[in-house]
């Protein structure tokens, strides 16, 4: 730092006899030294020094000034108080018995706190934010369609009763909409609140990122955390939608025998907290399997032959097959949307973004595509491995599997956008964890959930991609030889894996504990996926169809 009465194109001079150049910089001083004046410093044995190179103090920690000794560096920092003191705070007595530790190893405890905030907020509580107010807005936009039709059953009823009714037609109209607007008013102020508490997070995510990057103690020090503000999710408005009861008609008592509706019921229902930890995430409402699953919708795809499908919502579903066109197709087989690949190759395999964009593996050029408003964005592209599975994560990360070019070796790797975030490939003692990694889907609790086709099993890491378990087929079953393909998951924390040769899909518990079977006449079972409600498709290869079944 250039001395103020010395200007930009002077020589830097020792601070202390102030005409020598300056040579060494004393850290715990904060003072600049020619080399006469640093035998002279070290001389002063009242306290510790540390002498550097001057050239080597812009990488030296930044001691803060101590509010009550401005000619002071805090050198210490006192854990009862929770703040930085200088060595004349300590002598004074203030901070007797107190347990001191040295600011810098402070300031690398304080640094690891504010990275696991950040980390919370950014990958955990703020994407379930965006999720919930996803949510509303989605209720929000049934909401003319349930209550059109509340109105249509009062418009025929009216009819049946003529003129006679028409006051009590109109006044049951004026009930329904003021009911749905107080239903539309409960929804808009949830997500109001929903709104202000995401714009806090960012706000919140943004003050951490600086004062990771400034480094400064005072600024570190003084932090106090909200995370536990925030980990308590905000409350789901709960509504009972009212109905209208018609009796028969009766002229002398038509007012009560046209029936009431009911009120209109909003209430709040607490979502529980985020856990710290992966591992620990709030339960869901326990849904108990069904004996008898049972199919509620079959799609005919127009494939030769059927390879996957991936959900968009309970009514729509993307498909690909043995060609090079990728189709969006409703429940009733209607195509709604098709893509082709940039390549003119069939996509190995698809998965959908929260956004509701379809992501596509193309091993013919190695890449990974994003398809947004039709167009086809190439987010990444392999060199000497060629991608495989593909999956969206509870973070909106993309899981991908792929063997090397060799096919010797094979991992899982995780996407940010295009950029590398963990690759796993071997276990604790350094071994493969996959021959062959084909099919992913990512658990609620996070872990990673992977067909490894080579070997016929499903392996199982978590989050960090520490091995769980290998699942080979049901212990019990010596006659029938286990072949897993598709893969996904459901809110209860159940792995679900297609069994192709054998015509079912096989149902585990979290822990790889076999459940049971889903048969319902599948041929070919191939791709798998879940909807928000628990329903599972699956893309039958052998008929080109996706039936969509009921399981919980």
Known sequence: MLHPRRSAQDVLLCDACETAPLQSHCERCNINLCTNCVGKHLLDSSRKHRVIPFIEKSSTPNYPKCPSHPDKQCELYCEKCDLPVCSTCVASGQHEGHKLSEVMKKLSAKTQDLRKDLEELETRIHPRYEEI????????????????????????????????????????????????????AALNKNTDEISHSITELKQ????????????????ISTYKSRNAEFRKLPPKVQVTLPSL????????????????????????????YTMKSAEAVSSPPVK??????????????????????????EEQVWTHGGNETMKLLNLRGKLLTSIQTKSGDEPREITVTRDGDLVYTDDYDNTINLVKNKKI?????????????????????????????????????????????????FDDQGRSLYSSACYISENRNLDICVV???????????????????YTGHPSNTEQSFDPRGITTDSQSHILTADWDNHRIHILDQDGQFLRYIHCDLRGPLG?????????????????????????
């Open 133 to 184: 107010v996803s949510n509303v807005q989605t209720e929000k936009a049934q909401i003319e369609t349930k209550y059109g039709k509340l109105t249509t059953a009062a418009d025929q009823h009216g009819e049946v009763l003529h003129r006679e009714i028409t006051a009590i037609v109109n006044q049951r109209k004026s009930d329904i909409a003021e009911m749905k607007t107080k239903h539309l």
């Open 204 to 219: 919140i995510i943004l003050n951490l990122k600086a004062i990771l990057e400034s480094n400064d103690v005072s600024l």
């Open 245 to 272: 009861s018609a009796q028969k008609i009766n002229t002398e008592q038509l007012r009560e025998m046209f029936g009431s509706l009911s009120p209109l019921s909003i209430n709040t229902e607490e979502q529980g």
């Open 288 to 313: 108990p399997l069904l004996d008898e699953p049972r199919v509620t919708a079959t799609i005919d795809t127009g494939y030769s032959g059927l390879y996957g499908v991936s959900c968009v919502s």
């Open 377 to 425: 964005q190439t987010v990444i592209t392999l060199q000497g491995w060629i991608p495989r599975g593909v999956c969206r994560t509870a973070s909106d990360d993309l899981l991908v599997t792929m063997d090397s070019d060799d096919g010797k070796q094979s991992k899982v790797v995780r996407y940010s956008g295009s950029t590398e975030k963990q690759s796993i490939q």
């Open 452 to 470: 490894d086709w080579d070997v016929d099993a499903v392996v199982v890491v978590n989050q960090s991609g520490k091995l769980r378990f290998r």
């Open 528 to 552: 798998l996926c879940v909807d928000i409600r628990d329903n599972l498709f699956v893309a039958e290869c052998v008929t080109a169809k996706v039936k969509k079944i009921q399981y919980l």
